[in-house]
């Protein structure tokens, strides 16, 4: 399944993304998440929660899918 992480800000962390797409309940549980489970950012295995996420980057979960971080547009911003 692809999914798309929309991003309010410059960036998420990893830990804040696995909380937003429901793979984790909450924040504390990232760093056992990411010691158990495969996360690839862009195809390299990472295991940091705090690895900083930013808009065109790709995140693979083999058990739950594919998420892209997209740049949330702002429509206010062209007015």
Same mark, same amino acid.
């Given at each position: *399944? /692809? !999914? /798309?992480?929309? $991003? %309010?800000?410059?960036? *998420?962390? $990893? =830990?804040?993304?696995? !909380?937003?797409?429901?793979?984790? #309940?909450? =924040? #504390?549980?990232? /760093?056992?998440?990411?010691?158990?489970?495969?996360?690839?950012?862009? #195809?390299?295995? %990472? &295991?940091?929660? =705090?690895? /900083? $996420?930013?808009? #065109? *980057?790709?995140? %693979?979960?083999?058990? %739950? =899918?594919?998420?892209?971080?997209? !740049? !949330?547009?702002? &429509?206010?911003?062209?007015?």
């Amino acid at each position: *399944m /692809k !999914k /798309k992480i929309f $991003l %309010e800000t410059e960036y *998420m962390t $990893l =830990g804040q993304m696995l !909380k937003e797409a429901s793979i984790i #309940g909450s =924040g #504390g549980q990232a /760093k056992w998440y990411l010691a158990e489970q495969t996360v690839l950012v862009d #195809g390299e295995p %990472e &295991n940091r929660r =705090g690895r /900083k $996420l930013y808009a #065109g *980057m790709m995140i %693979e979960l083999p058990d %739950e =899918g594919t998420f892209f971080m997209v !740049k !949330k547009e702002d &429509n206010d911003a062209a007015e």
